[in-house]
């Protein structure tokens, strides 16, 4: 397997959407408890980070197996059968690279204590069962529900609890404070799988998958969709006044036209090639405006 192959199967592309929410964490962090525990940081995010790629080869894997034979999507658009991969050493891989985070999250469990077992435990499932069984949760109106905390609020707890947890104590300050400063990120993660949802309505329901949108109906999820990136955009200004963000975070307000743009175009038309890019925009641009700001005040702090 060639180096390009790999990134591919591994959806390096997407990694944004979990690198973000640790940086935030530690920014949110060094911010609110002056503390920096690099290495709990360096292990708890190379566990992540293969975690998160073994749960992309999964998706892979799994999207394989459920395609129906003599379909083109088996031959030619999935990475596993386009590039004529070993479905047995794929499967070795993935298996692998779960084992190996999971050995250095119990390891980090061991020296910061039971809450991050807890936490982790959830992501696994959450990560293997997405694609996973006979009803995935990508096939059910939870796709949205877990998606988004998952990585967007989840992520940023943890990476919050391995550095701080000598003095992190578990009330509704403490989770408050974290939930809203990821709220931004957890928004837009699920907006992404709601736009894809969206688009997808029609095949989904021919392929028995009654996602979120199924229930909602179009309508009210292109609307759910627009209410969400409101409500991310008033959480950033909301966190830095009630002084758990510092004022630099308002500099992620430049972004604020693109992402009124995207909403727009997304609002005219959803359809897969040409729309569903302005969910991956908003993310992208939103998100990293937002470490960026953070990171800014990180010399003056």
Known sequence: MTIPVFLELVEIKAKTASVLPFILGACYSWYNYHTLNLLALIVFFIAMFIFNMAVDILDNYNDYHHAKAGHDYKRKTNIIGRENLSVKGIFWLLSAMIAVSAVMGLVLVYYTGWPLLVMGVICYLVGIFYSSGRH??????????????????????????????????????????????????????????????????????????????????????????????????????????????????????????????????????????????????????????????????????
């Open 136 to 301: 995935p949760l990508s096939s059910l109106p939870l796709g949205e529900v877990f998606s988004g905390p998952t990585m967007g609020f989840l992520i940023t707890l943890i990476c919050v609890y391995v550095n701080t947890y000598q003095v992190f104590t578990w009330n509704l300050m403490s989770l408050g404070g974290v939930l809203l400063i990821s709220l931004p990120n957890t928004l837009w993660i699920s907006n992404l799988m709601l736009a894809n949802n969206i688009c997808d309505l029609e095949e989904d329901e021919k392929n028995e998958r009654y996602t979120l949108v199924h229930y909602l109906g179009k309508g009210r999820s292109v609307r759910l969709f627009v209410i969400m990136n409101v409500v991310a955009v008033i959480a950033l200004v909301c966190a830095v006044g009630v002084g758990i963000a510092p004022w630099t975070i308002l500099f992620s307000l430049l972004v604020l036209p693109l992402i009124i743009k995207q909403n727009k175009l997304f609002l005219e038309k959803q359809v897969k090639k040409e729309t569903f890019i302005c969910a991956v925009k908003i993310l992208a641009v939103g998100a990293a405006s937002q470490a960026v700001t953070f990171l800014m005040y990180m010399p003056f702090s």
